[in-house]
């Protein structure tokens, strides 16, 4: 009988370290998508989540093993996963206040992305992590007073518990996160938490009372609750949102701070940078094909459809959900368009296919991903471009000055002999263009709104000669993330606030 119970505690130690493992990724991974709506997805916020996580972890470890030494029954461990199962099933209900006062110190100015982040994931997930970090060296304690094989003991259970870390990474990413939801992943772990620390405790009758729990993850609401959201999906690579004001539709991504598109039934034009796009076959009048690197919600697909209806145009979207939310809410699918849902850069090594005109507008705000910034990329797309095409590329900037502006027109103009940039009016934005062609910008369009657009760009373009003195991006260095957000700091030391969000576009 004794042996019978013996063997059966053992059974519950393995369980405990393989759930403690998997729970302990899976929170580390729910963690990003949960800081996504508020602080994006930069490399800023991943490192926040992996560090803090690390730290965390190692605190668990040294004192989780400092308990264990003064504790001879596995009672206090199993209330401690009770209480971590507890915290953590109460995350989802109080990460929209944790997250507004953490975003409230960037907007405040007193911290950038990165420390805002920081406050979010220390309060939301150190305490469950430092606890889960405690429960291996504990589990081992406990496994080892039985048989004294500590090295064979601590292999075991670190291997049960890699195991259970691995499924914890794989399962919410391609599973839980994508058909439930973060909130809902969260809650899950949550609760099996719950359920074996009460096991643990001899409390299987409240066990099942807390599987019920499991019912209250339908019941979570929006993750970043907004006015006339009208569509709201978190998919593998974004937290997305579609607005309707007055009629006016609008994509928001993660962290909501800009529009990614506008659409208005009654306008083609929008009254953003993405009307300034059509400058651009002006500048090449025979241009037939068209690739756009970052479609989202195809405005300027369905603007280049009005105005240019015999240009064809090859969109590329990372994100399925986007192309659906595109073809649903924003009127984007034409005959005109053909989308690809795939990385711009894939997609430039995967098409045979050249271009005449090819635009760059690929963010996860603000930030550009640093492998469609470099030369080498810019390399890849010449390739692409038939003789005399044309390249832009939109950059949120808050100046001239903007050194990550600096840096992609010295980066352009080190592969293209002819590189510009128009300053669009009314937003923070500039669009950089680079040719192997001298582009002259004196244009005449019969088309009246056409003539209006291009009216506007008079006096707002320069030329850009190389300068061996600023930094070219590379595939090794382009430090874009971190002079955006040194960017976006001094715009908040220098500005009103009030007028930063929804800017960048």
């Known amino acids: 009988m004794n042996g019978s119970v013996a063997n059966e505690n053992n059974r519950l130690l393995v369980v405990t370290a393989f759930v403690s493992g998997m729970s302990i ?192 993850t339908f019941l979570v609401g929006s993750a970043r609750p907004g006015e006339g959201v009208i569509f709201e999906k978190e998919s593998v690579h974004n937290y997305i949102q579609v607005v309707e004001r007055g009629g006016v539709r609008y994509l928001k991504l993660n962290e909501g701070y800009a529009y990614h598109s506008i659409y208005n039934p009654d306008s083609v034009t929008v009254g953003g940078v993405w009307d300034y796009f059509n400058i651009l076959p002006l500048l090449k009048q025979d241009a037939e094909d068209a690739l756009i690197i970052g479609l989202a919600g195809g405005t300027v697909a369905r603007e280049y459809r009005f105005f240019f209806p015999d240009l064809a145009v090859d969109g590329v979207e990372l994100d399925s959900e986007i192309i659906r939310a595109g073809n649903t809410y924003f009127d984007m699918a034409g005959a005109n368009l053909k989308t690809y849902n795939m990385d711009g850069r894939s997609f430039l090594k995967f098409t045979d296919k050249k271009y005449d005109i090819v635009i760059i507008d690929a963010y996860k705000q603000p930030y550009i991903p640093f492998h469609l910034t470099t030369r080498e990329f810019f390399t890849e797309v010449r390739s692409k471009l038939q003789d005399e095409g044309v390249v832009a590329i939109n950059v949120a900037t808050t100046g001239s000055d903007s050194k990550v502006q600096l840096m992609l027109e010295n980066t352009l103009a080190s592969v293209y002999e002819n590189v510009y940039t128009l300053d669009v009016p009314n937003t923070l934005n500039s669009i950089i263009i680079a040719s192997d062609k001298e582009l002259s910008f004196e244009f005449s369009p019969e088309n009246p709104v056409l003539e209006s657009i291009a009216s506007r760009t008079t006096g707002r373009v320069k030329k850009v000669e190389f300068d061996p003195a600023v930094l070219v991006l590379t595939d090794d260095r382009a430090p874009v993330e971190m002079y955006t957000d040194m960017m976006i700091l001094d715009y908040i030391r220098s500005e009103d606030t009030s007028s930063f969000t929804g800017q960048f576009e």
């Open 25 to 216: 990724m899976a929170l580390e991974m729910s963690a990003s998508r949960l800081l996504a709506p508020f602080f994006g997805t930069s490399l800023f916020v991943w490192t926040n989540i992996i560090g803090i996580t690390m730290i965390s972890l190692s605190i668990g470890y040294f004192f989780g093993g400092k308990i264990a030494d003064r504790k001879t029954d596995s009672k206090p461990m199993f209330r401690m996963l009770l209480g971590t199962g507890s915290f953590a099933v109460l995350i989802p209900f109080i990460a929209p206040l944790v997250m507004s006062v953490s975003q409230g110190a960037v907007s405040s100015g007193s911290a950038g992305v990165f420390y805002g982040s920081m406050i979010g994931t220390i309060l939301l997930f150190a305490p469950p992590l430092t606890v889960l970090g405690g429960v291996s060296p504990y589990v081992i304690r406990l496994f080892a007073s039985e048989t004294g094989s500590y090295g064979t003991v601590a292999g075991r259970v670190f291997a049960v518990s890699t195991v259970g870390s691995i499924l914890g990474t794989f399962l919410p990413v391609l599973l839980l996160i994508p058909v439930l939801g973060t909130k809902q992943t969260i809650l899950i772990f949550g609760v099996a938490l719950i359920v074996l620390g009460l096991i643990g405790l001899g409390k299987q009758g409240l066990s099942l009372v807390a599987l019920l729990l499991l019912f209250t």
